[in-house]
């Protein structure tokens, strides 16, 4: 992605920024480990995500169902994850603005 930014006034100047990475994502809270035990119904995750440019949405699902899009980018939360019987796998996906994408679960 090349994004070129004209500047005018006495002298013209073109600004051009590449997108060089894809973005990355760390899940903060419950917990950082890579397993939480819960008898809660309903979970909240949160964490961080950064890129080179800029992050643009965070979209996260659950293995046993549900699905949406997270509050904020660089710092991003789930509320409400409704938790069935068994193993749940919830996962997160940061986008950049070049579409590109980093999972974590």
């Known amino acids: 992605l090349l994004i070129i930014v004209l500047l005018t006034g006495y002298a013209s100047q073109a600004l051009a920024i590449?997108?060089?990475?894809?973005?990355?994502?760390?899940?903060?809270?419950?917990?950082?480990?890579?397993?939480?035990?819960?008898?809660?119904?309903?979970?909240?995750?949160?964490?961080?995500?950064?890129?080179?440019?800029?992050?643009?949405?965070?979209?996260?699902?659950?293995?046993?169902?549900?699905?949406?899009t997270a509050t904020g980018?660089?710092?991003?939360?789930?509320?409400n994850i409704k938790l069935l019987t068994g193993t749940n796998t919830i996962y997160v996906r940061a986008y950049d603005a070049r579409g590109r994408s980093r999972p974590r679960n």
Request: proline share 3%; hydrophobic share 30%; charged share 15%.
């Open 18 to 68: 590449t997108d060089r990475a894809r973005p990355s994502i760390r899940i903060t809270s419950p917990t950082t480990s890579s397993s939480y035990s819960t008898n809660a119904a309903l979970l909240t995750v949160a964490g961080v995500a950064s890129d080179d440019i800029g992050v643009t949405r965070v979209l996260w699902s659950n293995s046993r169902g549900g699905k949406g």
């Open 73 to 79: 980018t660089s710092k991003w939360s789930v509320s």
